[in-house]
């Protein structure tokens, strides 16, 4: 086996490991495991509670970019704790800075128990983020769910503007989804996708088709002027991009380059010094299991730099 079939062999452990619904609660707990994991999670992670998100968005926008907030956790299979995490959301869309977005997975708020409830949860949130003047961004999930996902998407679309979706350059479907979603308002977020799918339904990450597919709906985001952010850390796709773009911004841009927290600030920096507007992607709260091993199996590279962080 060559490092290179090991390092995908070891991503696809790892998104496995993400699955696991039982982990992600055991391993946070556990005396001994715990801290180590948590020293690796600091890295991509602003911390456990809406304060700790609060400091880092207020440092993104003091240099010049805009920030989103996502409150973690997925698979939420009661509905009491449900409409629990949904009042953080709302809390969120109160007390965040202007400038700064709220995302959310519907499965957090009740996807995984019916669809019924994730739209009633991700109304209220709606209306919410609505009277404070800010975006609302609906995160990607597993393939299995995107259907599901991008029917209450819709529903929202009928009453509200503001209401935006992310979709993956991954899934063989998302050219037949973007041209349904480029009808809808709200801003596409478009990312590569880093679940564990099978090749019948995704690229591999590793692929060549995945850069030309993100590339692809790129252009067709730019030239369809529709809101759009460019979620990516991938130095030849942003530059591609920018490269369409005319090398430049302007003071009408519908569009954005997008970095998560802990990857990429080099990336925002160059962009914004072309006149692009970029935004940061700041996540916090206790379940950050999946959204951790998600980050390292997306580059080899960091399973070595988890390993430093947890041996600091």
Known sequence: MTISAQAVRAAQVLRTLAL???LKWRIPADPMIGPLVRKVASRYVAGES??????????????????????MGESCRDARRAADETAVFVDMARRLPS?????????????AVDAGLALENATE???ATAAAGREMV???????RTDAVLAVHEQLCAHFGHVGITVQARLHRTGDDLVRLLERPGRIRLVKGAFLESETVAY????RELAVAYRRYAEQLVDAAHLCSFATHDWDLI?????????????DARWEFETLLGLGPDRLEAMAKNG??????????????????????EDPQRLLQALVDAAS
């Open 99 to 111: 400038g700064c977005s709220v995302s959310l997975d519907l499965s957090h708020i009740g996807l």
């Open 276 to 297: 692009h507007p970029t935004r940061e992607y700041v996540v916090f709260g206790t379940e950050w299991w999946l959204y951790v091993c998600n980050r390292i199996a």
């Open 20 to 22: 696991d619904e039982d």
């Open 204 to 207: 591999p990450r590793e692929a």
């Open 125 to 127: 949130i709606a209306t």
């Open 50 to 71: 809406l304060a700790d998100a609060l400091e880092r968005v207020t440092g993104i926008l003091a240099d010049g970019h805009r920030a989103n907030a996502e409150y």
């Open 138 to 144: 609906i995160s990607a999930e597993g393939s299995d």
């Open 239 to 251: 530059n591609q991009i920018d490269d369409y773009l005319g090398g430049a911004g302007r003071s």
